[in-house]
């Protein structure tokens, strides 16, 4: 194998770097992890560690250093492009690190030193006995044949220095989706140091397994033991060997901000301002000039407007010199946690070290209580035909219980050890309590039916209108058959906007209304009575007719509004039904029962009207028959028509006066009715 020393690739540093391992972690159901970084760091010693690139953003703005004894200088990393920061400016390209004829190729022109010999590289090339460097000097060509071991090292440091860091940006290029961070301390003895840093994690997930009592159990002592489990993925791109976990549920407020990348601002351009060129007219000889135009007043000039210069907001950042959320553990079983609870969240500390390599899962166990429980039935759907199988736990712990899917198990009995379904368990703070639904109970069946009763309980009366008080009670119904079961039943109903129930709701929450009744395993029939006021108004006239005083009845057809009119058929028989379905001891009732009588002797006036109005027509009819008999005869049958023309005519003149009598006796009638009330 051949090998080059090629000076101008070396960087030298003087400065100790030591990786920090990871000592804790806390999974945040936020989606993030804080991870702290901790061991002993030697005198002028630096921090280094590796995070994905992805986290970049997350740990710069979250780093806190822990360093009781030295002073943080500054975090230094690679930028974001790696290849296009450091090849920027350079004779050379990536690629030109393929071989080291094609380096040094690149670097054609560049003064170097080689072999004792000191000149412009002019080209390069591969021998049976080495690397044969043409060198330009002052006395012309010269060829420096390179063997194993031998160095090449460029004159100008500056540029040398840059070709090293080109090549060791490129070795970090070939890992793009990782960082080397690194943090200059300054201490002048050797010390303790650590770094945290939060950044995005995948969330863990936990999951239960409940062991549920059996059928009937006493309520009062029986018990469901619940273990959590949590599974954990490590994407942090580090092992963690032995590490302290946490597992925090919560709901913290959790952003990111792109602040790795690099930002440009966008500025106006404003053109290099040249001297306009010269444009000459043609002199095209004298004109007559032109007239005069008129005088007129000058327009105001606009006013300036001022624009207010936009300032610049200053924010003044906290220092910290404390390293925060650290937790301590306590002795517990290894199954087990401790739960420390804070405002709105809940720390799950495993009571022993945890190694998860980078890239791996892991199923550990946090949590492991005994809970008050009870069995019992659930129904959720009126229409379904089977209630649902369900425990009832409440949270007898001092903390929250997070979010998670719980396998259920039986307890004891011929249900022991036996799965018997999946139940979602939402968070349950402490003291809380929660009905896990895990099967359909096809034993027991019921079958529900709704009904509903209207009941007058109050009749009160305003101008124009009788006012009605119904209580109104919608009711559901459920027959229920435990086929002998016996146990406690609960019933979810949805809200009805108005209405008050009627029946005992024990609780109320995003399921409605909850009640609970106790089944003795015979048939039963269950009542859930809803119970609302309506207000209902009964017109006892028309507006669209106008004034009651001023309809006029010839030019009214009274006949083809007989159910508009006060009297007519319609209104009346509605308010003699109300009357007789009103009970006796109604408030109001009287009252209704007073307009019941006027409005029956608005019916009679209102008949005696309709009479009085077809005589009328009759006579007018009567009339119209006389005057054309009297126009179609002559002599002496002339003067009877006339005779006869007259006396149709005081007929006609007599029938409209009493019509007229008749319908204004029903009008003031009605007016009086309509007086009636507040």
Do not use: C
């Not at 009941?455 to 009788?466: L, P, S």
């Not at 005992?504 to 209304?513: A, K, M, N, P, T």
């Amino acid at each position: 194998m051949r090998r080059l020393s090629l000076a101008f690739l070396l960087m030298a540093s003087t400065a100790l770097a030591t990786e920090l391992p990871v000592r804790s972690v806390t999974l945040s159901s936020a989606g993030l992890a804080q991870i702290e970084r901790a061991g002993e760091v030697e005198p002028e010693g630096n921090v280094v560690f590796r995070a994905p690139i992805d986290d970049v953003d997350d740990l710069l703005r979250s780093l806190i250093v822990v360093d009781t004894a030295g002073t943080v200088v500054g975090l230094r990393l690679p930028a974001r492009d790696l290849a296009g920061e450091a090849f920027r400016g350079l004779p050379l390209r990536p690629e030109d690190f393929d071989s080291r004829v094609r380096l040094l190729g690149a670097l054609r022109g560049q003064e170097a030193e080689a072999g004792g010999t000191r000149g412009r590289i002019a080209d390069a090339a591969e021998a049976a006995t080495g690397l044969r460097l043409s060198l330009v000097t002052e006395r012309g060509l010269i060829t420096v044949l390179l063997r194993e071991g031998d160095e090449v090292k460029l004159v100008d440091e500056g540029l040398a220095a840059r070709v090293a860091r080109a090549a060791e940006a490129l070795a970090a290029a070939r890992s793009e989706d990782e960082r080397r961070i690194e943090i200059r301390l300054r201490a002048d003895r050797a010390r303790q140091v650590a770094v945290l840093y939060v950044a995005g994690a995948p969330l863990w997930k936990p999951s239960y397994r409940l062991l549920v009592p059996p059928m009937g159990a006493a309520g009062g002592t029986a018990q469901a033991r619940l273990q959590g489990w949590a599974v954990v993925e490590n994407a942090s791109g580090s092992d963690w060997d032995r590490v302290r976990l946490a597992l925090v549920s919560g709901e913290a407020a959790a952003f990111r901000q792109r602040i790795y990348d690099p930002i440009t601002v966008a500025r106006p351009e404003l053109p290099v301002r040249i001297a306009g060129a010269v444009h000459v007219r043609p002199d095209t000889g004298g004109r007559p000039p032109p007239p005069p135009a008129p005088v007129m007043a000058p327009m105001p000039a606009p006013a300036a407007e001022m624009s207010a210069a936009p300032q610049m907001a200053r924010g003044v950042g906290a220092t910290r010199d404390r390293l925060v959320g650290g937790i301590a553990g306590a002795a517990a079983p290894a199954a087990a946690a401790q739960a420390e609870a804070s405002a709105g969240r809940v720390a799950f500390v495993l009571a022993e070290p945890v190694t998860i390599r980078s890239g791996e899962t892991a199923n550990v166990p946090f949590l492991d209580v005994r809970l008050p429980a009870e069995r019992i039935w659930w129904i959720q759907d009126l229409a379904a035909r089977h209630p649902l199988q369900a425990a009832r736990i409440r949270n007898a712990s001092a903390h929250t219980l997070p979010d998670g899917l719980a396998t259920v198990y039986g307890g004891e009995g011929a249900e022991a050890g036996v799965f018997l379904g999946d139940a979602e368990m939402r968070a349950m703070p402490a003291g809380d309590g929660r009905i896990l639904a895990f099967a359909r109970d096809r034993d027991v069946q019921y079958t529900s039916a709704s009904s509903s009763t209207d009941r007058i309980a109050g009749i009160g009366q305003r101008r124009g209108y009788v006012t009605l008080e119904v209580l109104r009670t919608e009711e559901t119904a459920l027959a229920v058959e435990p086929r002998g079961a016996r146990g406690m039943l609960v019933i979810d109903l949805p809200r009805r906007s108005g209405a008050t129930p009627k029946f005992e709701v024990v609780s109320e929450g995003d399921f409605g209304l909850r009640h609970e009744v106790t089944l003795d395993g015979t048939a039963q029939t269950i009542r859930l009575p809803f119970e609302r006021t309506m207000r209902q108004e009964i017109p006892l006239w028309d507006a669209g007719l106008g004034e009651p005083i001023l309809l006029r009845w010839r030019e009214f057809d009274a006949e083809q509004n007989l159910r508009r009119l006060p009297g007519g058929p319609g209104t009346l028989e509605r308010l003699r039904d109300i009357l007789a379905r009103a009970p006796a001891d109604v408030p109001g009732r009287a009252d209704l029962a007073a307009v019941v009588e006027a409005m029956g002797e608005l019916r009679t006036l209102l008949d005696a009207a309709r009479l009085r109005q077809r005589t009328w027509r009759t006579a007018e009819n009567a009339l119209d028959r006389a005057r054309q008999a009297a126009e179609d005869r002559t002599g002496s049958e002339l003067q009877e028509a006339r005779r006869r023309l007259n006396a149709a005519s005081r007929e006609a003149e007599q029938a409209g006066a009493a019509a007229d009598q008749a319908w204004e006796a029903w009008q003031r009638a009605v007016v009086a009715l309509l007086q009636r009330g507040s």
